[in-house]
């Protein structure tokens, strides 16, 4: 989704070393509102690239002169996002040295994750934010298989408040009912349905229809009691089936682990099998191919309450999806290398697909460029915000039936010191008050400003 307004009052300098998939990605996301540069050699430029008002410089962003090229002493933000983890680690260290920018290091390889731990918060720490994808993963998918039936969760105000996204499905007691004709539990908002891949607030008169996507907030009790009585969620996820046993399969099983869910794991490298098995304690290491449906069927993968396919490929993912859809799969999440395709893969059955390259996304956009917004959290591939406000001093307090806001916003979460308040129309706003607001992307601004006054 383009931007119309910008977030940021300020035009930042970018600099990307990697025409990738990510560093198109960081352009086409940011190019509207900033400066931004990218670094690759001219044959990986691509048309896509070109179309985008954007600058390129050719050479290897780890060296000096190219950088100096790309105008580094003046950039704001250096982003190396190459395929390579030793380009992107010197690339950084580099433009440490030549720039005050700050510097994020994508990196693949979890040995280098650890090396850079041990610098972290030391006189050597050079690179200021790493980004490990895969990690950013397994850690969206963890959340979302803790919630059974949800699409997609996030916490707020320490857990005591959520965000859950729920398919609207042929059996749901939602199907083709208005809004206002449904009861929903107390302390729970509708602040946003996406239909056909596009996000809208909806209000009284809107119905729901057969494959939205609709978002709730509210507090984490209430989200509870509405995920047992609405969407029919009413036992806790206690197997688990994996795909894939590279790091984010690992990754996964391990955390399925500290939480006592029964796993098992999937894996066609032999080698990596006998590496699983050394690290994970209790989870059940199959040595074999996720698209062999007789596998599958022997193992009881259609029996379990989610099953996960996390391996590097998008086709064998979407098979093995498929497939352990065919056998009675409850649930199926799956990894999309390519953003592009997480809307193919929801057209044809897949319950979840997520990109580890929208999330690396999310993490750039909140903890470096739109510095001035506290973004809490982003859906649907950025199309939602959930931004925070506070309530200046001044500000005329009204309930929020009388709030005339500029563009069509929900104020779902309202923290008043320590109390967290799901907030109706006869709520009075107080001066102090921290406002958890859902908005669409481009409405962002406006609502920022009206309440910087």
Known sequence: MVANYNITENI??????????IGLLIATEFFEDHDVTIIDKDENKTDALNKLDISFVSGNGSNINTLKSANIEDADVFIACTAFDEANIVSCLTVSRL?????VCFVSKPEYIESLKLVKNTRYEMIDYVIWPEELLTQEIFRIITVPEAVDVENFAGGRARLLEYRIKEDSILLNKKLKECKFVEQTLVVGITRDSSLFIPDGETEFLLNDKVIFMGSSTSLDILARDIFQSNTKVKTAAI?????VGLMLAQNLEKINIKTKIIE???????YLTEHLKKSLVLYGDGTNIELLEQEDFGDSDVVISVTNNDEKNLLCSLLTKQIGAKKVITRVSKSANIRLFEKVGIDVA?????ASITEIRKNLIETDVDILATVEGGQGRIIEAIVPQKFNLVTLMDLKLPEKAVIAIIQRGLSVIIPNGMTKLNEGDSLLIFTREESSQKIIDFFRG
Do not use: L, Q, W
């Open 12 to 21: 930042m300098k970018i600099v990307v070393f990697g025409a990738s998939e």
């Open 354 to 358: 997520i990109s580890p390259k929208d």
């Open 99 to 103: 720039s005050r920018a700050k510097t």
């Open 268 to 274: 066609m490298d032999y080698k990596r099998c006998e």
């Open 243 to 247: 795909i894939g046993g590279g790091s």
